[in-house]
């Protein structure tokens, strides 16, 4: 099938669709659970414009085994829907994921720390 300019809504209302493949375990997604988790993104999929990245077949393919399931067509495509996600502040950078905390969590943690060295 031709899996040309279409929209979040045309994937939400397909029921030859259930699910998309998750960026960092590659597993596939209940479909549903990946809206609440990339709405912000996924709301502005609707091919206003016409530019190629207002469409979700710019970042999803269908599996080809299992053809329910949209995948990220390559490593480029997913590497830009996580850096889409960092700026839309869904996901933090791949270096605080690696670290466990957050930018925002760890100047928290070293004001806490600091203060504390200066009261002993």
Request: with cysteine.
């Amino acid at each position: 099938r031709n899996f040309k300019k279409v929209t979040w809504k045309m994937v939400a209302e397909c029921d030859g669709i259930d699910s998309l493949e998750d960026p960092f375990t590659q597993m596939p997604v209940d479909k549903d659970k990946f809206y609440i988790i990339y709405k912000k993104m996924l709301d502005t999929i609707d091919g206003e414009g016409g530019f190629p990245d207002s469409y979700i077949d710019f970042f999803f393919e269908r599996d080809s085994v299992n053809t329910m399931t949209l995948r990220f067509c390559g490593e480029s495509e997913k590497s830009d829907w996580l850096d889409w996600a960092v700026e839309e502040g869904i996901h933090d950078t791949a270096e605080e994921t690696c670290a466990g905390e957050s930018n925002v969590d760890k100047l928290t943690r070293e004001k806490k720390e600091q203060e504390k060295r200066e009261k002993a």
